[in-house]
């Protein structure tokens, strides 16, 4: 196989992907190669296009060794192992990540010009490249789209090696590609014309695209950062509120993570689309996480929650709304604890990969209708939920996804559990309201 120019890759990668067109997809392309591949994608499915930049971190004294990757807006995908195994301190890892998000957005900026980016929250997104070599790349693409709020993430190149599934296995939910040919040594060498694409081009890809599809979906009409003045702690988060909401999610999310969760803003975009408004916030200051044991404070962290449900009860936006919790890990413990404090001020609750043992003493005062979410092979958790089903008192179930571990990264697990936690939202939460 192989293939004129990126040009003719795109129009037969385009052929493979034709299934997607009912979704109304989002395309986006890797630069600057993929851009031209994407362009094609793109206007075979008359979908919008846009250009993916992300900027990988690397390890101060090891540059080559990623310790997380960036993209725009606040995505952020960091490898937690890496920086504890080279000793990264939180100064060291702000310091790389300020350098390269200033790169990040001069190239952004280069590319794009002065049209806005398109929101992935709530879309499918296929990222494009023109072939798969090492794939890393693609990998940090793919994360940091998810970490957009993608609701589905297809990674699609007209060539790669024929182990590339298995080499980026979890990455994307569906991977395509045209050829797969054995042997590969190069990306380059299945394209009669494989010039390097200049920014020219794909700044002319990008407009040419623009102009085809001058109208994009609107973004919801609040969907912003906000600051949250909690006793005497301030605290950031994301509120994001779809037109028409009747009911409003707030994430806790558990030990180690924050609003920037990649998960749970995946679970968020679903609740959007669905027109559930959603609050992702950091339940503990930047000098709070530096004491662990505040992680596992669930008191602490539940009145954190009390407190934040009290400003959405008198916020413009969201005063009307109904109130629920998702929360995972640790966070859904603190979840059950502020609703069993709140009642009736809490409509519904969901855990996914919970820890409700945690909140063992208040169980049975929770009033709020409770959905627990453990994977099918995280067996020491699901043996701590089904204990804390039995404690329980309020109408509550127990959903089991198969074949998902703890952290929900196996292909199409992650979906699935967003997709009870909308069903039970809208149940138990918007009907209601």
């Given at each position: ?10 129009r037969?990668l ?7 067109r009912?979704?109304h ?21 008359g ?36 920086v504890?195994?080279?000793?990264v ?80 296995a ?13 042997p590969?040594?190069?990306?380059g ?18 407009r ?15 969907d ?20 028409r ?12 993570s ?34 662990r044991?505040?992680v ?5 962290l539940?009145q ?32 059950l ?54 404690q ?28 009870l ?12 309201a």
């Open positions: 196989m192989r293939f004129t120019d990126r040009a003719d890759a795109g037969q385009a052929g493979r992907l034709a299934h997607l009912g979704d997809p989002v395309v986006v392309g890797l630069p600057r190669g993929g851009v031209p591949v994407a362009a094609e994608v793109a206007r075979e499915l979908a919008p296009l846009d250009v993916i930049v992300v900027r990988k971190l690397g390890v101060p004294f090891q540059p080559e060794l990623a310790m997380g990757a960036i993209g725009e807006g606040d995505a952020r995908v960091i490898n937690h192992a890496v504890h195994a080279a000793g301190t939180g100064h060291d890892l702000a310091a790389v990540e300020a350098e390269q998000r200033t790169e990040l957005t001069r190239r952004a900026r280069r590319f794009r010009g002065e049209r806005p980016r398109i929101s992935l929250a709530g879309r499918v997104v296929v990222v494009v490249d023109d072939g798969i070599a090492t794939g890393s790349t693609a990998r940090v693409a793919c994360a940091v789209v998810r970490s957009e709020g993608a609701s589905r993430v297809v990674l699609a190149v007209p060539v790669a090696p024929t182990d590339w599934t298995r080499r980026l979890g990455a994307a939910d569906e991977f395509v590609s045209v050829a797969t040919p054995e590969f040594h190069a990306v060498e299945f394209y009669d014309d494989f010039a390097q694409t200049t920014d020219d081009e794909v700044i002319g890809c990008l040419e695209a623009s102009l085809a599809l001058p109208h994009v979906a609107d973004p919801p009409p609040r912003s950062a906000v600051t949250l003045t909690i006793g005497d702690v301030t605290l950031d988060g994301h509120l994001t509120v779809p037109e909401s009747r009911a409003v999610v707030v994430f806790a999310h558990g030990s180690g924050s609003r920037h969760s990649p998960r749970n803003r995946y679970v968020g975009s679903v609740l959007n689309e669905a027109g559930i408004a959603t609050l992702l916030f950091d339940l503990l200051t930047p000098l709070e996480e530096v004491d044991s505040n596992f404070d669930i008191a602490l539940a954190r929650l009390v407190g934040v449900t009290r400003w959405l009860n008198e916020d413009e936006a969201t005063g009307e709304l109904s109130v629920g919790y998702f929360g995972a890990s640790t966070g859904a413990a603190a979840a604890v502020a609703a069993a404090e709140l009642r009736a001020g809490v409509g519904a609750v969901v855990s996914r990969g919970g820890r409700p043992d945690l909140a063992a003493p208040r169980l049975a005062r929770v009033t709020a209708p409770t959905l627990l979410i453990v994977g099918g092979l995280d067996s020491v958790v699901l043996d701590l939920n089904r204990t804390a089903l039995a329980l008192r309020c109408e509550s179930s127990l959903a089991i996804v198969p074949g998902a571990t703890h952290l929900f990264e196996e292909p199409g697990t992650l979906r699935r559990a967003a997709e936690a909308r069903s039970w939202f809208l149940a138990h939460l918007v009907e209601s």
